[in-house]
Each structure stands twice: as structure tokens, then as C-alpha cells.
């Protein structure tokens, strides 16, 4: 008998007599509206930037957030302008090594953990691109701010890979006292567009 | 890593080795006593967390009751995605099927996500007899791999280290590896951190092959998910042409939409944060993003044992997020390697029986004694694994297993005791026997004047033979000078 039906016998074997329906309890959440305020908040707490501007600032909040002379790669389908920036055609493991910086979309993201998730779709490109630079400047739109983690699951397709990001790369692994920066990014900074609820331009929360 | 935990001694030894290490008791004292405060806090801050620990508990019983038809759900799921999906009946067939990867490939170094799974076959034991070298990536995984240590705590397998030790292993051992530590290293956390990230970003660039277990595999979109913090998982998973991941059969979620629950319970549970850093979830191959050859290994080694466990079978819920660690007191005082075993703590001493079985060997079978049963660990349990009954059913399971053959002292004792209590005469017999003993006893402690006292009853001194084991652990009175069934007998139940 294969390894696999020899598991599958076993399986059955071990569950035969104890088979029964479980009733298995929905998630018993109101639903409700992401707050923006929560998730800048939130995001601080990690020790990464957040910057909130109006739509028409994202550019300049890009340009301000990214490092003096540093090499930058921007995804394909990047909506927001990125001053000197490399487009990712393909670059090798090596040269995003010598990459200092990168700029992205999110898909959503989460207000009550402060995450960020990428699907990697037009405009926040491969997941190495967001890994091996040092500095990560991702742009958030407020509307794509939800209120949990089960409303950012339902949000998103299991059919893409996903990175769900919570600041900067950190361990605990030392006494568990909290370092930022390890093999990521060790420089997150979220970029928040909106909402037109007169937030000055740049200010930071 | 080249230990193993072979051939280690039953808890109670172990225990009393580790018990001595005052070293080890402070670094694990300060660890927990940190990480409980910030699990507190954070789980403080959800309304709903037991109705979250129902739902987790539901789905996963739901799933373990009907693994079979999950787990080829999960198969033809992450074929159609691509992936080549493996079964492994034992540690050695999983370890193969990784062996033969690399070999396919033609490297001789792995690099590695931090996975129970892995460490549970030996996987890098095995690799390295087949001259492949397997490189921890995770942080502690590395203090461990460096060190030539044992892993002493499910998701810090270094808890048992300081910083001081840390600093000295990564300047002694760095450069026999790859890149050395820097000259100025010093025992900084942040400045550690930076050195680890140096090392091994070499690796991470280099590696062909990586290995990684998964945290969850949802049967309906074939998505394996790792939960992280340092992002080294994502260097493994991402940057490597190949991926080959190792995953325990009771890892299953039925569909995407259940990581709701699981997602919000384990990052609070384990490392006390309301996320973690980096959650990675990828369905089999994805063209163009990251490796293009993907491998799935669904692993058996005993779990379809503990799955016929009535009792242990909801053990399989464990998410590995060791809070029942953080809040055992005898972990706390003990330490991980005193389990013997890669799972330590409240859930390795009911998986390690459950999976291995009890009856073969001391060390297993000493595990479910290793527990005050004060139900700290069932309470701080995100999927609700109710860990002191299955210790006191695993104690049973043990018993159960030594009847045959040469009786312990302590079942000769029940023998008696049971005979005694099985008719009035035999009792009455002992009783007298005691109630002389008692007035002996007693005549003698006045005598000497140096009886201890508890409760205002003189305590019998340490016992001979056996019966020390149990007087050096706790207060034997001196037995009274008659019984209740005589002094009832005489008094006419106190009215004379």
C-alpha cells in the first residue's frame, strides 16, 4: 500500500467510531468601517512611519519618505510618481541587494493590528522586491482600510500570495524584548492617502 | 544542529538537573514573566476572545473528525495549483523526500525555516548524513544551530540563553559557517540581530533549495501559510528556485475564509503582539514570483495514533503557539530540555505520549507526571485543548501499560490499600495496626522532643526504603491513635 493510502486507512480507521456533525460557531462580529485614525495609530506602535496626506501630496510624501540618493525600485502598474526610480524588470536577488529602497501599493489593510497586506498584483510586484531592499515606503488608501483581520481575509483571493505586514522586521527571540530589523525591511513607512477630511498635508500622527 | 534528544533521560532526572542551573532559572523566569504580561494585554484588548477559542476549537475538531476527506481536498488543491504533494508515513520518509530534492538539484546546502515539523524527523540530522548542510534562518533556531544546543521552547527554542551567552556562541562559532561576527559585537540585542542578519543574508542569496514547514494548509485553495516575525521565512520562501515544505496532516483548515479566527489567535497567543511582523500565504507555484518548483510533504509519524486517542485527540488542535509554556509553573522552573523532546511543555507532555505511544520507553512515559495539573495551560489555550484531562488519561494509559510484569512499589501499596478497603474485617485489622503505630510513633516524638508538627499533628521523619521517595516531597502526619470507626464505635457517635 502507498504511503498515501496507507495515512488515508489510518485516518479513517482512527475517526471511524467518533464521526459526528460539528457545529462549528460563525465568527459573531458586527462589521464595521476600518478607522483610519486606529490603524496610523496602530502602525506607529511598531516603530514604523506613517505619513498622512491628501491625494494630490502622495508624490511628495513618496519623495520626502525615501532616503538622499538611494537606488529605488518601483513595481509594474505603480500609480504614484517616484522620483528616480528603477522599474522592476526582473532585477536579480543580487541587484535588489544593492537596491537601497522600495515603493508600493497594499491591497488592504487592517486597523485594530496595523498590517498592511500586499497581493502582489499591479503595483506592489514580486514578493522579493519588498523583501530584500532595506527601506519599504507603501502607500495606503484610506478606503482600503478594514476594521479586523477576518474583514481583511474576506477581502482577499487565496489564490494570490499574500505578505501580511505588521511594521518592520523584528525579532523576540533575545530575552523576548522586541528588536526592529532583522532580515526585512528595517525601515517601514506607510504612506496613508486621505480621507479629504482637511488632514494637512504631511502631517505626521 | 547535531544533538538530538535521543537518549535523554525520564523528566524527574532531567528535571533535577535543570532545577540546579540557577542561570537557566533566571533567564526562563525573566522570559515568561515577560511574555505573559504581554499576552495578557494584548488578549485583554478583544471582547470576544472566548467565542474566537470556541470557533478555533469547532473547526478544528470538524476537521480532524473528517481528515480524510480534507486532506485529499488539500491534494488535488495544491496539484491543481502546481505544487507536487509527498506522503510520509514516518520521519524518515519525510526526511527522503527532502533528500532527494536536493539531490535532484545537485546542492549541498538547504536553508530553513523555523519548523516544528522539520525538527520533530531530524530532518537536518538526516541531510547532513547525506553531506547536505540544512542552515537555520530563525534567529533562535541559529543561537541553537551554532551553539551545538537543544531547542527548549516551541517558538524560542533559545529561551534558555541570555544575551551575554548569545554574543559568545555567535563570535565563537560564526566564522566556522560563513561570514564571521563582527570584531566590535557586543551583547546589545539590536547589535546581535545585525550580526545574524549579516551572516545570513549570504545564504539567503545563494540558496537554491528552501525548506519550510507551514502553519496552516487551507484544503480548498491549496494556500500553505507561515507565520513569522523576522523575515527570514520570506527570504526561504521567496528567493530559492525550489520550495519543499513539511507539513503535519493535522494542519488543515477546511477553507480560506477559517483563518479568520486562527490568524487573531496565534499571534497573541505566542509572542503577545497583536500581529506579527510578516504572515506569508502562497498557493502553489506562482509564475514569475518566487520558487517555480514547489513540493508539499504531508507528514503521518503518529499523528493518525493520536488521532484514535478519544481522548488526545484534540492534542491535534495545537497550533504551536507555546503560551502553555509561558504560564506552566513547572516549565517555568524546569526549562524546555527536561521533556526530552522538540515539544516541551504542557503539550509535549501529552503529544510526545500520544504520538510515540505509551509502554516503550521511561522518558515518554514520565511525561504525563510532569504536570501539578493546575490547569493553567487548558486556560491560556487559544483552541481550547483541555490538557490536564488528557494528562490524567495519559496517566492511566501509562498504568494501564505496566500491569503485566514485575508490579512498582506504588501499585503493590494500591494492591494493599485495595485489599484493606474491600472488607470491613481486613480494615478494622488495619486500622488497630495504624492507631498502635500512631501511639508508638507519637510516644516517641514526645519522647525525643524533636517531632515536626503540621496542623497540630506530629509528622512522621523521612520513611525508609521506597517510602522515602515520598516523604521528601511532602508531610506525612503521624497516623491517629484511633479511627474514626472505632471512636464512633466507643462514643456511640459522640453521644457517650
Keep these: 500500500m502507498s504511503a498515501r493510502d496507507e495515512i488515508l486507512a489510518a485516518v479513517r480507521g ?130 482600503q482600510v478594514v476594521d479586523d483581520v477576518p474583514a481583511a481575509v474576506r477581502r482577499l483571493d487565496p489564490a494570490r500570495p499574500t505578505t501580511w505586514i505588521s511594521g518592520p522586521s523584528a525579532t523576540s527571540d533575545i530575552e523576548l524584548s522586541r528588536v526592529e530589523g532583522v532580515h526585512g525591511p528595517r525601515t517601514l513607512h506607510v504612506v496613508l492617502v486621505g480621507p479629504a477630511d482637511g488632514t494637512p498635508p504631511g502631517a505626521v500622527s | 544542529m547535531s544533538r538530538t534528544f535521543v537518549g535523554m533521560p525520564p523528566f524527574p532526572t532531567a528535571a533535577r538537573a535543570a532545577l540546579a542551573d540557577t542561570q537557566l532559572r533566571a533567564n ?22 472566548e467565542a474566537l477559542r470556541l470557533r478555533a476549537a469547532a473547526i478544528k475538531d ?70 547536505i548542510s540544512a542552515w537555520e534562518t530563525d534567529l533562535a533556531e541559529l543561537i541553537v544551530q551554532l551553539g551545538d544546543d537543544l531547542p527548549s521552547h516551541i517558538l524560542v527554542p533559545a529561551i534558555h540563553r541570555n544575551r551575554a551567552e548569545i554574543r559568545a556562541i555567535f563570535e565563537r562559532e560564526m566564522a566556522r559557517v560563513g561570514r564571521p561576527a563582527p570584531a566590535d559585537l557586543t551583547d546589545d540585542p539590536v547589535r546581535l540581530a545585525e550580526a545574524a542578519r549579516l551572516h545570513l543574508r549570504e545564504k539567503f542569496l545563494r540558496a537554491k533549495v528552501g525548506v519550510s514547514g507551514a502553519n496552516f494548509a487551507v484544503a480548498d485553495s491549496g494556500t500553505l501559510v507561515v507565520v513569522e516575525s523576522e523575515g527570514n521565512g520570506r527570504m526561504c520562501l521567496t528567493l530559492p528556485e525550489v520550495l519543499v515544505s513539511v507539513v503535519g496532516i493535522e494542519k488543515v483548515v477546511p477553507t480560506w475564509t477559517e483563518l ?49 486517542d478519544e481522548v488526545g485527540r484534540q492534542a491535534l488542535r495545537c497550533i504551536r503557539c507555546s503560551a502553555c509554556l509561558n504560564v506552566c509553573p513547572v516549565y517555568e522552573r524546569t526549562g524546555g530540555h527536561a521533556y526530552g523532546s522538540v515539544y516541551p511543555g504542557p503539550i509535549g507532555a501529552i503529544l510526545n505520549p500520544l504520538l510515540k505511544g505509551v509502554g516503550h520507553d521511561e522518558q515518554t512515559d514520565s511525561l504525563p507526571y510532569a504536570s501539578s495539573l493546575c490547569g493553567a495551560c487548558f486556560e491560556a489555550c487559544p483552541v481550547r485543548i483541555d490538557i490536564p484531562s488528557v494528562l490524567v488519561d495519559l496517566r492511566a494509559q501509562v ?12 501499585a503493590l501499596a494500591m494492591r494493599a490499600a485495595a485489599a484493606a478497603f474491600g472488607s470491613g474485617g481486613r480494615l478494622a485489622a488495619a486500622e488497630q495496626a495504624s492507631g498502635l503505630a500512631g501511639r508508638a510513633l507519637d510516644a516517641l516524638s514526645s519522647l525525643t522532643r524533636r517531632g515536626r508538627r503540621a496542623g497540630g499533628r506530629r509528622l512522621v521523619g523521612r520513611l525508609p526504603g521506597p517510602g522515602a521517595a515520598w516523604t521528601d516531597a511532602r508531610d506525612l502526619p503521624v497516623p491517629p491513635r484511633e479511627s474514626f470507626r472505632a471512636w464512633w464505635k466507643r462514643t456511640d457517635g459522640g453521644t457517650r
Design chain 2, 260 to 308: 479568520d479566527v486562527f490568524l487573531t489567535l496565534l499571534p497573541r497567543s505566542s509572542t503577545g503582539e497583536r500581529m506579527n511582523p510578516y504572515t506569508s500565504t502562497w498557493s502553489g507555484v506562482t509564475p514569475g514570483d518566487g520558487p517555480q518548483e514547489v513540493h508539499v510533504v504531508l507528514l503521518d509519524n503518529g499523528r493518525t495514533r493520536a488521532l484514535a
Design chain 2, 62 to 131: 470538524d476537521v480532524l473528525l473528517h481528515l480524510d476527506e480534507h486532506l485529499v481536498r488539500l491534494e488535488e488543491s495544491l496539484t491543481a495549483r502546481g505544487a507536487v504533494v509527498h506522503w510520509a508515513r514516518t520521519a524518515e520518509e519525510a526526511s527522503e523526500v527532502v533528500a532527494q530534492v536536493a539531490r535532484a538539484h545537485g546542492v549541498d546546502e538547504v536553508v530553513k525555516v523555523k519548523s516544528m515539523a522539520t525538527q520533530e524527523v531530524e530532518l537536518n540530522e538526516h541531510l547532513a548524513a547525506q553531506g
Design chain 2, 399 to 410: 498504568v494501564d501499560a505496566h500491569r503485566s510484569g514485575v508490579p512498582k512499589p506504588e
Design chain 1, 14 to 143: 482512527a475517526v471511524a467510531t467518533a464521526r459526528r456533525p460539528v457545529e462549528v460557531p460563525p465568527l459573531d462580529r458586527p462589521e464595521r468601517e476600518g478607522d483610519v485614525d486606529l490603524f496610523a495609530a496602530r502602525v506607529a506602535d511598531y516603530r514604523a512611519t506613517v505619513v498622512r496626506c491628501p491625494p494630490e501630496g502622495v508624490a511628495a510624501a513618496i519623495a520626502a519618505a525615501l532616503p538622499e540618493r538611494a537606488t529605488v525600485v518601483v513595481p509594474d502598474g505603480m500609480p504614484y510618481a517616484v522620483p528616480g526610480a528603477v522599474p522592476d524588470a526582473g532585477l536579480s536577488s543580487a541587484e535588489l541587494d544593492a537596491t537601497t529602497a522600495v515603493v508600493t501599493t497594499a491591497t488592504v489593510a487592517i486597523a485594530t493590528t496595523g498590517t498592511i497586506v500586499l497581493s502582489h498584483g499591479a503595483g506592489e510586484g514580486r514578493r522579493v522586491l519588498t523583501l530584500v531592499p532595506d527601506v519599504h515606503v507603501c502607500v495606503v488608501r484610506a478606503d
Design chain 2, 28 to 49: 526562563l523566569a525573566h522570559a515568561t514573566t515577560t511574555i505573559r504580561a504581554k499576552r495578557a494585554a494584548v488578549v485583554a484588548e478583544l471582547d470576544d476572545w
